[in-house]
């Protein structure tokens, strides 16, 4: 049994688009070129990048943490240097023996008055007290702050006498360092 052949078809040809041909050099004219299909787009390659608000939230997150950090070291070593500073001109004051000095700028208002009798003021007590003292020395061995106070961990010395470890007190008065409690139970220090 044979089967039956399909009829021929005539070859189809591709449709063209108007004037256009194949290898043509000639420029479209205006009216051809409105006419012809618009171009297709392509679309354009994505980048795997983060967007841009997570980049900035991210950098602002490290940026507050170097602040805070910063901040931080800054407020402690601030107050440390403001005391040890404190401790260093009234070791000074006291070789000197600027009395003024020390009840003027050095001791808190509260040393101060305890230091009056009813009537010798600050500077001649310290005078009289102090009158043995002779070349006396403050190492300043560590600091710690809480607040506006402060504890000084010093050795401290003088000609004749020996080394002692010892504590001073300290309180910020307006912004400034001043010694609330001078030296008291003190314990020999370790020589060098």
Do not use: H
Not at 8 to 36: D, F, H, I, V, W
Not at 41 to 64: D, F, H, Q, S
Not at 76 to 87: A, H, I, M, N
């Amino acid at each position: 049994m044979r089967r039956p052949t399909m009829p021929k078809l005539p070859a189809m040809r591709r449709p063209s688009l108007p004037n256009r041909r194949r290898g043509r050099k000639k420029p479209l004219t205006p009216q051809e070129a409105a006419a012809a299909p618009a171009p297709v787009a392509m679309p354009k390659p994505e980048l795997k990048l983060p967007p841009l608000k997570l980049i900035v939230t991210g950098a602002a997150a490290i940026l507050v943490l170097l602040l805070v950090i910063l901040l931080i070291g800054t407020c402690g070593s601030d107050d440390d240097k403001e005391v040890r500073d404190t401790l260093t001109r009234f070791g000074e004051a006291s070789r000197e023996k600027d009395y003024q000095a020390l009840c003027d700028d050095l001791l808190s208002t509260s040393l101060v008055e305890k230091l009056r009798t009813a009537d010798q003021p600050c500077e001649v007590v310290l005078r009289i007290g102090l009158s043995d003292v002779q070349n006396p020395t403050l190492d300043v061995k560590g600091v710690k702050i809480d607040g506006d106070e402060a504890i000084a961990q010093v050795d401290t010395g003088a000609a004749g006498q020996e080394p002692l470890k010892t504590r001073i007190l300290l309180v910020n008065e307006d912004g400034d360092w001043r010694i609330s409690a001078l030296p008291d139970e003190q314990e020999p220090a370790a020589r060098p």
